[in-house]
């Protein structure tokens, strides 16, 4: 009995170090991730000179113009609107599309299930990029260049096959009971996805939301392959306008980028306690 004891308190003597150090590392690492976001606030507010002279400081004059002109230059105002097209859209194809379609294969289960959920497997493994030359051709032929549909579609379909997964993943966690009980009250399947499925499910369709909405937001090269019109270009097209083959406007640059970070922000904020009740409440049962 004492040897369990003093056992006992010498493993509590230990986890007390421990937690401390775990502490102190998670504090440290959240200091390297969020600096990068600290020194583009600050560098958004600096003159060329000083953002290469000091760096690291704060700046000694606030340069709040940047943020003005960088909007003015830039067109921003047209390029966030056209971004916000094309983000939403997708988002909410990849959404609806996705949970449908997580909900019949974790719910359904037929004969060719397996192979269906190895195509969007499959579909996962794929290097975007190396499909940048065949959708041009394809959508040049179909006329589709130019338009807001040339971003959404590929957008949806890249993003499916993990939306798909992590709904799955998640469906499989919800008692089939809770369905059952809607089924009695005269609930038909469509009913019970909309009633009580994707309600249960908000934690992961904010922790989808937010993996697709960084993708879509901060997309440079799809937009570039198949934008060509002034009037349609996105929000990351309009921050290369800023840097050109004889030099870099740093000022407006950092200005931009930083009108460019703050939705990604706003929408991490809004859905962070969705975010993290979705990535472990797929791991738990019941």
Same mark, same amino acid.
Do not use: C
């Given at each position: 009995m004492i040897n369990a004891r003093s056992e006992k308190m010498r493993g509590s003597l230990w986890r007390k170090p421990i937690s401390g150090i775990a502490k102190i590392i998670l504090i440290f690492y959240a $200091?390297?991730?969020?600096?990068?976001?600290?020194?583009?606030? $600050? #560098? !958004?507010?600096? #003159?060329?000179? @000083?953002?290469?002279?000091?760096?690291? *400081?704060?700046p000694q004059h606030w340069q709040f113009d940047n943020i003005t002109r960088a909007w003015d230059l830039g067109n921003m105002g047209r390029a966030v609107l056209n971004s916000t097209i094309v983000t939403l859209s997708a988002l909410l194809l990849t959404i609806v599309?996705? /949970?449908?379609?997580?909900? %019949?294969?974790?719910?359904?289960?037929f004969?060719? *299930?397996?192979? %269906?959920?190895?195509?969007?497997?499959?579909?996962?493994? $794929?290097? $975007?990029? *190396? +499909?940048? %030359?065949?959708l041009f051709i394809f959508m040049n032929k179909l006329g589709m260049l130019n338009t807001y549909w040339s971003l959404i579609l590929p957008y949806t379909a890249f993003e499916l096959p993990i939306a798909i997964f992590l709904g799955m993943a998640y469906i499989v966690s919800i008692p089939r009971e809770v @369905? @059952? !009980? !809607? /089924?009695?009250?005269?609930n038909g399947w469509w009913g019970i996805f909309g009633r009580i499925i994707f309600p249960l499910s908000l934690p992961i369709v904010a922790t989808i939301t937010i993996l697709a909405f960084l993708r879509f937001w901060n997309d440079f090269s799809f937009a570039l392959v198949f934008i060509n019109s002034q009037a349609l270009k996105t929000l990351p097209l309009s921050l290369s306008l800023f840097s050109?083959?004889?030099? +870099?406007?740093? #000022?407006?640059? /950092?200005? !931009? /980028?930083?009108?460019?970070? &703050?939705?990604?922000? %706003? &929408?991490f904020l809004i859905f962070q306690e969705q975010i993290m009740k979705g990535m472990v409440a797929g791991s738990v049962k019941g």
């Open positions: $200091i390297i991730t969020l600096y990068p976001l600290y020194w583009l606030g $600050i #560098s !958004a507010f600096k #003159s060329n000179q @000083e953002f290469f002279n000091r760096p690291y *400081s704060w599309l996705g /949970m449908l379609a997580a909900y %019949v294969l974790a719910r359904f289960p004969k060719l *299930s397996g192979a %269906v959920k190895g195509l969007f497997l499959l579909g996962m493994l $794929i290097p $975007i990029h *190396s +499909t940048l %030359v065949p @369905e @059952e !009980a !809607a /089924m009695i009250d005269g050109d083959g004889f030099g +870099t406007d740093y #000022s407006l640059t /950092m200005g !931009a /980028m930083f009108i460019a970070a &703050i939705p990604t922000i %706003v &929408i």
